[in-house]
């Protein structure tokens, strides 16, 4: 059911749990969108709403019958403080947020959404993966802090030259890949092209493979989400999957992107741990990227994270921002328990990276 917030001939705001007429509105703006997102295309917020059905919040900007601008954001409480977040945040790690605005009435939008911001009292703001110079964090009146590194590819000039544009190490390690690979007759293969049971059958082997990596544990407490989330990718034609293996047999690898606005990004790879399969992860990415130059991507991006592999893989990065504040007491304490958490798992970390033993998986 949709709230009317404010009434009038002049632009107004909305509340509702799902965008329901405003759909093709919505998702037009997201292709609009200075760096526009899979994670705000409708079909994966609707498989958010899907899930946290009470909690979704869409807040809108309407003129008439015209849609101006919008944020998704789900809104829980944690330790007795109401706290809001972007529609999805969590283990599946949604990035490149922000409010959406039609071009011409951007302040407009971030106008009104001030207004909204300023009324939640007693209220813990947490938003991570906001992009850089982010609408959304202005409109909060807050300042965002840069939390990770987004390294990303510009691919508009490549034209099926990609892995020449790499190190000499990668290269050889992708043709040794496709050769020992296409030797033990595996192949590399496109469930989303096939029928809904190939991608149901590939995403059953997306969780085999993720299975044994214990941090993998919070995504795969996601799957019904994400699993939502990829067939209505599928069915808009903005959600790719990739896998290694021989027909009819378990996969030796399994890989997520989406397609938003000519870019790519690479979502997610699982892959077997053997050692005869150490290299199919690298396998994986430089595939979906040379799939992507292909069909005319004008950028890769690689998402959230600046690890090794992905460095080799991309030429410049960008910032993604958290944006964490609290109105009252209560939030203000919760933010003070949540930063000491985060100082003793920082340190943890830090312990782990400094012990002999500890392994980090390229993919």
């Not at 106008?111 to 991570?128: F, I, K, N, P, Y």
């Not at 964090?137 to 000039?157: F, H, K, M, N, Q």
Request: charged letters at 25%; glycine letters at 8%.
């Amino acid at each position: 059911m949709v709230k009317s917030v404010a009434a009038g001939p002049a632009p107004r705001l909305l509340e509702t749990s799902d965008l329901g007429p405003w759909r093709a509105a919505w998702d037009a703006l997201v292709l609009a969108a200075p760096l526009p997102t899979p994670f705000l295309r409708s079909w994966w917020v609707e498989a958010q709403r899907a899930v946290h059905d009470g909690s979704a919040l869409f807040v809108l900007v309407v003129h008439g019958e015209q849609l101006l601008g919008g944020q998704a954001l789900q809104v829980d409480r944690v330790l007795g403080a109401q706290r809001i977040q972007a529609l999805g945040q969590g283990p599946l790690a949604p990035d490149h947020l922000d409010l959406l605005a039609a071009p011409g009435h951007e302040d407009r939008v971030v106008d009104l959404l001030s207004g909204w911001w300023r009324a939640r009292r007693r209220t813990l703001v947490d938003l991570d993966g906001l992009v850089e110079d982010s609408r959304l964090a202005a409109a909060i009146g807050s300042a965002s802090v840069p939390r990770e590194a987004a390294p990303y590819l510009r691919t508009v000039d490549l034209s099926g030259t990609y892995v020449s544009t790499r190190s000499s190490n990668l290269r050889r390690a992708v043709r040794r890949a496709r050769r020992d690979f296409e030797r033990d007759g595996m192949a590399l293969t496109r469930a989303d092209l096939g029928e809904p049971a190939d991608v149901d059958r590939a995403l059953a082997g997306f969780v085999a493979l993720h299975s044994p990596r214990p941090d993998r544990a919070p995504l795969l407490g996601e799957m019904p989400v994400l699993s939502r989330a990829v067939h209505a990718g599928v069915e808009a034609g903005e959600a790719r999957v990739h896998v290694l293996g021989r027909p009819g047999e378990q996969p030796v690898a399994v890989s997520l992107a989406w397609w938003c606005a000519g870019r790519l990004s690479t979502y997610q790879v699982a892959r077997s741990l053997e050692r005869e399969h150490a290299h199919a992860g690298t396998l994986m990415m430089v595939d979906m990227i040379e799939q992507g130059v292909a069909d005319g991507a004008t950028e890769a991006d690689l998402l959230r994270g600046d690890a090794a592999y992905k460095l080799r893989l991309a030429d410049e990065q960008r910032d993604l921002v958290l944006v964490r504040t609290g109105v009252g007491v209560l939030p203000r304490a919760v933010l003070g328990a949540h930063a000491a958490r985060q100082r003793l798992r920082a340190g943890r970390r830090a312990f782990t990276r400094s012990s002999p033993s500890e392994s980090s998986p390229e993919d």
